[in-house]
């Protein structure tokens, strides 16, 4: 994503949160960014596919940071668990998303709900997965149920934390306690067999999904645009980490944990530039790619 885009995102964002999204119209995004229609129209085929566009870099940024998480810790790690949980709190908090999510609920749109409803499923799909890394392979069929007890214990732990006048503590805080519940609610489900979402239920939800898997051969692709597009003289500790990426990706055999540290370092040489977003963008394609390879 280049940085005129992504300031057309800005503006769109601030504007669906002060207007209302239903209020805002595209000839606003047009004046508050100062571009024309033909540029708007070359970016996005509508105010929907904008909004999209906002809630999808959510969900890079959150993935990201999430991934970040893990470097040299144990899947195993509740804390770690707590934290990445927690990530996606503390975004929509710092972007202000939770009237977003008000608005799209209230809209009647059947295409943003949609994409509402399917951020949801990963959301669900992905804790699921954590949740059989801390609780073990025992844990795998009932994970999905475990998830769903999770968030739902979370969303009346946090609507009662936003309405208390005394601070109940922080994010993380807040996670752990109910994480602490599921040492109680997880062996339980186990031990009684107890499952709801059954395989027919994951299978039928796993398909509406179909999330994009990137390969070796398209981050490399990425990295080079990149990489060639920077001046001479512009970051060398960036251009560094490029030419290693490149490198061990290139490799017969990766080093997957090499590529993790210095994926982290890449988004750090490039935080607070230009190139920041895009250089997050690579990153999230490059942790999509070891995940896959994790994954077998």
């Not at 940085?3 to 805002?24: D, P, Y």
Request: charged share 25%; with cysteine.
């Amino acid at each position: 994503m280049n940085e005129r885009k992504r300031q057309v995102l800005l503006t769109a964002q601030r504007l669906f949160i002060e207007k209302g999204f239903s209020a805002t119209s595209v000839q606003d995004i047009l004046e508050g960014s100062k571009i024309s229609k033909g540029t708007f129209y070359n970016y996005f085929t509508s105010k929907n596919e904008c909004l999209v566009a906002i809630l999808e870099y959510v969900n890079e940024e959150t993935f990201v940071r999430r991934r970040e998480l893990l470097i040299g810790e144990s899947k195993q790690d509740k804390t770690i668990l707590a934290r990445q949980i927690a990530v996606r709190m503390q975004i929509n908090r710092e972007e202000n998303l939770f009237m977003l999510f008000e608005a799209i609920f209230h809209s009647g749109d059947q295409e943003l709900r949609d994409f509402v409803k399917k951020n949801h499923l990963k959301e669900l799909f992905w804790l699921s997965e954590r949740l059989a890394d801390v609780y073990g392979e025992k844990a795998s069929p009932y994970a999905l149920d475990g998830a769903a007890l999770l968030l739902g214990m979370m969303q009346q732990v946090f609507h009662i934390w936003a309405a208390a006048s005394n601070n109940l503590g922080d994010v993380e805080t807040l996670v752990m306690y109910v994480l602490r519940q599921m040492d109680s609610i997880i062996p339980s489900i186990i031990s009684n067999k107890d499952t709801l979402l059954n395989e027919d239920v994951v299978r039928s939800l796993k398909r509406s999904l179909n999330s994009r898997k990137y390969s070796r051969d398209h981050v490399m692709e990425q990295l080079n645009g990149f990489a060639e597009k920077l001046s001479d003289e512009a970051n060398v500790e960036g251009k560094q980490c490029i030419h290693f990426l490149w490198e061990e990706l290139n490799a017969e055999h990766p080093r997957i944990y090499l590529i993790e540290t210095v994926t982290r370092a890449f988004t750090n040489a490039f935080t607070g530039t230009t190139d920041e977003l895009e250089a997050r963008e690579i990153a999230s394609r490059l942790w999509s790619y070891v995940d896959t390879v994790n994954n077998g």
